[in-house]
């Protein structure tokens, strides 16, 4: 397909959600997975497609690393189906430990597959886990498909800000509408219910604010998600009632 023909509707699928960080280890692959999980349990139809090309988190989160999806008579792929979420990642296709050494044009016929050639049936969300940065891999999503909205992932402080910013302008560049953003890791929560800050609170409040961008949500941290993300059973799916689940659901109510 050409770019210059504009983004094309993938039949059958009636939201795209983009999830996204200006960098790396903000979270943001555990809050795709566990805002799939909470889109699923308000009674939606989802998929989750890992376009990390070079670190797909995805296999992992859902404990489904040495799964191989099925491939119909006339290539077609059916996407693995886990916790009732639809998933599709280069790493169901490729070894855990092998590196994807691959350029420009690879990558985008790579995405454009997962679009066209998975069998996603009818979705009411497929949710995008994009790698971090604003690279090659955000600007042929933005042109190759109609996005519903993008949702920015970052962690309180102004060294996450930063990108943050970025992320945002990219977004406005390439005409996507940002939805909002998540703070992750915005604080702890002791036994005794008092919270304490994980990290310094930068600007990010006060420019959204200025700019007129939502905060969708402050999610705790608990070492019981990184537990999850190891188990391979992401935490909204085994504690729903927590803090951290509770705060998904209402992210993804909103939504």
């Not at 998929?47 to 992992?60: A, E, V």
């Not at 040495?66 to 077609?76: A, F, G, L, R, S």
């Not at 940002?178 to 992750?184: A, K, S």
């Amino acid at each position: 397909m050409s770019l210059q023909n504009g983004p094309q509707p993938i039949p059958g699928i009636k939201n795209i959600y983009l999830v996204a960080s200006g960098k790396g280890g903000v979270g943001k692959s555990t809050v795709a997975a566990n805002l799939a999980i909470s889109l699923k349990k308000l009674g939606h139809k989802v998929g989750l497609l890992d376009c990390d090309i070079y670190g797909p988190s995805l296999p992992r989160l859902f404990g489904a690393i040495n799964q191989k999806p099925e491939v119909t008579n006339d290539n077609k792929i059916i996407p693995i189906e886990r916790l009732g979420i639809k998933l599709m990642s280069i790493g169901f296709l490729v070894e855990e430990s092998t590196a994807v050494v691959w350029r420009g044009p690879m990558l985008f016929k790579a995405i454009d597959q997962f679009f066209r050639d998975v069998l996603w049936g009818e979705l009411d969300a497929l949710v995008l886990d994009l790698p971090p940065g604003t690279g090659d891999i955000q600007l042929t999503i933005s042109q190759k498909v109609p996005v519903t909205g993008a949702i920015t992932v970052t962690t309180p402080q102004d060294m996450a800000f930063i990108d943050v910013v970025k992320a945002l302008d990219m977004f406005k560049t390439v005409h996507v509408p940002v939805l909002g953003v998540i703070e992750n890791m915005s604080h702890i929560v002791l036994e005794d219910g008092t919270e304490h800050e994980l990290f310094p609170k930068g600007k990010l409040h006060k420019h959204l604010e200025e700019n007129n961008i939502e905060l969708l949500g402050a999610i705790p941290f608990h070492k019981e998600i990184a537990k999850s993300c190891e188990i391979g059973i992401p935490y909204c799916e085994s504690a729903p009632e927590s803090a951290q689940g509770k705060a998904f659901q209402d992210i993804a109510s909103h939504l």
